[in-house]
């Protein structure tokens, strides 16, 4: 290559890469290969070539994408030296090569698609697991409701022996859920543990009090030890501390006939900040071989097949103990010889409660306020369904909203209008966000005017390029409310209005939008979805129809961009259905989306592409089929809207006694429930006691609180 004149000799090999008509042999103008790089990727090629000829690299190497004369696009990697210089020093000649490594980048990138679609595929599994394990509790906590309240009533000794196996089976059942659920958090990382105060020998006081009715009935000598020294109260989770040791121990007994099972607590060191403690439970039970040892800790296994025909048992129990026990910070050990017995223990390095910890801190609220923001906002998003989602939130906290739908519209807009603010989308048709905000910016008079960017890209850097294009803050999507209202506030003066409460759906003691009065919808979460709506129900139904009417075609639309070579258009299509799912909490199929929008901006082959993007469709066929069934049956049962509100003075007490006797798991608040809904008027009011209805009708005591808290925050009732 000469530097001086820009031409290039190539071999026919490098024709071959480009596309070239191997009888011409003339040289390649360097503008000619410029314009063949990728956009995306010429900047960074131009930029590593001026750092290699101002010495700042050793050697050049860079791999990029080219368009090759027919449109084809492929990978190549470039590396060179340079090989004559002018006696000032000044760069004048390279010899290079130029390599096709579409092969291997394909590979690559279908192998991270591969993995990430692994990804995608365990977190639904786990999903499903979660929801599933919630369906299935639900209806046992009921039995065992009815099960204790009919156990209060005269009984023969045959009907309460028959009650009594009903209680252990529902009990073992609820076990079993209990598994799959922590099992299903723990494939989905999603398994948290408290540090909280606790107290060592509580803890072994419950796993002793439980564990000593089966080794009676065993006839097993049950020996608990626990060392004295251990300080009084220490940092940890003292609830899955308890259900690792119940396990173990219950594992003990099971597989003991004769003889003893002990349960030791030791102090084997004590610091200033630790305290270091062995646990370790003994039993002479049946015994493992090695063999058996060795995958005992893997998910639904257990020691032989035999042994899952004879005692029963998922085999989740160890595994999820291993878990706990590294999670905490110690390691499982197990020490075994058949026919005399197992040896499971762990140690763990507790910290030491200080006084400040020993006072428990009040819990969080459930709700919080957001103050009521006075001004017009210019909402800029090309996405319908995005543009309904946000204008909701932000109506509900008083601002005066005009949409634009891209960010040619945006600056016009701006230029004739008055607004306080301007929430802006990053990719938009037409005109970008960063390139509106510059045309913005380029006025004096909108220099100071706030821009708050909105983009489902949240990825490092973002942040970085929205401010650089003169944005002053930055919200991920799907927007979340609450951090929508801290942003909002920062750049917009509050009014003289009392603030609003705004329900979060997402704290502890709310009911979930499934346990408040949602049907079950395959392939969302509803209670993601409902807190991207700022817990606004009526609003939730209205996007997830906007959702089908826009959506329903997005699939057959990327086949074809697919099939005719549209890149650019396909990458937008995945990237506008990649933030509607996620917006209505259908993450599957968002982060399906969110593959093909990858592939697509990375030049995956067609071949690469089809299969995920049958995937797509079938999750999102499902999606659709089951919205077009419900959209239709809420709109036919949705009561008129109404004016006005029931009077809080006559809903006061009948929520008193509903919450009391909720309490007490008592059936009796179906009563009250009922009166209520002889006093109830207006739309808002209607809805809240439906939601408190369905809770009744599948005994979820707890949700009811949940929906009954939501509907007195509402009312204004303490």
Request: include cysteine.
């Amino acid at each position: 290559m000469d530097l001086e004149t820009g031409y290039t000799v190539v071999n026919e090999r490098y024709r071959e890469i480009f596309g070239l008509p191997l009888e011409v042999s003339c040289p390649i103008e360097r503008d000619w290969w410029l314009e063949r790089i990728h956009p995306d990727d010429r900047q960074r090629v131009e930029r590593i070539g001026q750092e290699y000829r101002a010495g700042l690299h050793a050697v050049y190497a860079v791999e990029y994408r080219i368009r090759t004369q027919d449109g084809t696009l492929k990978w190549v990697v470039s590396r060179g030296t340079m090989v004559q210089h002018h006696e000032q020093g000044q760069p004048r000649r390279m010899v290079g090569t130029v390599l096709d490594i579409t092969e291997r980048k394909e590979a690559e990138i279908a192998l991270q698609a591969a993995k990430e679609a692994a990804e995608v595929a365990t977190q639904a599994k786990s999903g499903f697991l979660a929801n599933m394990s919630h369906e299935i509790r639900t209806p046992i906590h009921a039995i065992t409701g009815m099960l204790y309240l009919a156990m209060q009533t005269s009984l023969t000794p045959s009907q309460r022996h028959y009650l009594n196996r009903i209680g252990e089976a529902s009990h073992s059942l609820l076990h079993i859920i209990n598994d799959i659920l922590d099992f299903s958090k723990i494939e989905a990382g999603k398994l948290a543990l408290e540090i909280i105060p606790f107290a060592m020998d509580q803890v072994a006081d419950q796993v002793a009090s439980m564990t000593a009715p089966k080794t009676q009935d065993k006839s097993l000598q049950w020996i608990v030890a626990v060392d004295p020294r251990i300080p009084p109260l220490l940092m940890g989770d003292p609830l899955r501390l308890g259900q690792i040791l119940l396990n173990l121990v219950g594992n003990a007994v099971k597989f003991t006939e004769t003889g003893e099972v002990c349960f030791e607590i030791l102090l084997t060191d004590c610091t200033a900040t630790h305290a270091h403690i062995l646990f370790r439970i003994r039993d002479t039970g049946i015994g493992m071989t090695p063999e058996q040892m060795a995958h005992l800790f893997n998910p639904f296994t257990q020691a032989d097949a035999s042994t899952t025909r004879r005692y029963g048992g998922t085999g989740l129990g160890l595994a999820i103990s291993r878990h706990l026990v590294e999670s905490m910070g110690g390691s499982l050990s197990l020490h075994s010889v058949p026919g005399q017995g197992s040896v499971f223990s762990f140690q763990l390095a507790l910290p030491l409660a200080t006084d400040e910890q020993r006072t428990p801190a009040p819990p969080a609220p459930a709700d919080f306020l957001s103050p009521r923001l006075g001004g017009n906002v210019l909402l800029v998003d090309d996405n319908e369904i995005n543009q309904e989602v946000a204008q909701g939130i932000l109506q509900r906290v008083g601002l005066q909203v005009e949409v634009a739908s891209d960010g040619l519209e945006a600056v016009a807009k701006v230029q004739g209008g008055a607004f306080d603010l301007v929430l802006m989308d990053v990719q938009m048709p037409v005109m970008d966000g960063y390139e509106a905000t510059r045309c913005i910016r380029g006025e004096e008079k909108w220099r100071d005017l706030p821009i708050i960017a909105m983009t489902a890209n949240a990825m490092k850097g973002d942040r970085e390029a929205c401010l650089a294009a003169g944005m002053n803050d930055y919200v991920a999507k799907p927007i979340e409310p609450r951090a929508l209202y801290a942003v909002l506030t920062q750049w917009i003066h509050a009014s003289a209005a009392p603030p609003c409460m705004v329900p979060d759906p997402g704290a502890a003691g709310v009911a979930s939008p499934s346990a408040a009065g949602w049907p079950p919808l395959p392939g969302i979460d509803t209670q993601a979805g409902l807190k991207n709506m700022g817990g606004d129900g009526t609003l939730y139904w209205s996007v997830l129809a906007t959702f089908v009417q826009n959506q329903k075609d997005a699939c057959h639309l990327m086949a074809d961009q697919l099939e005719s070579g549209a890149w650019s258009t396909l990458e937008r299509t995945a990237h506008t259905l990649k933030g509607v799912a996620a917006t209505i909490g259908a993450t599957y199929l968002s982060n399906l989306a969110r593959i093909i929008e990858q592939g697509a901006g990375l030049g995956m082959g067609r071949n690469r592409l089809r299969p995920l993007l049958e995937q797509t469709a079938q999750a999102l066929n499902a999606i659709l089929l089951v919205l077009e069934e419900r959209i239709p049956q809420q709109r036919e049962t949705a009561v008129p809207e109404e004016e006005g509100r029931t009077d809080p003075a006559v809903l006061t007490p009948l929520f008193r006694q509903a919450a009391r006797l909720l309490r007490a798991f008592d059936p009796e608040a179906e009563i009250i429930v009922a009166q209520m809904a002889k006093q109830v008027q207006g739309s808002q009011d209607r809805a809240y006691l439906r939601a408190l209805q369905h809770c009744l009708e599948a005994y979820d005591y707890e949700a009811c609180l949940g929906a009954l808290h939501q509907w007195a925050v509402a009312a204004t009732i303490q």
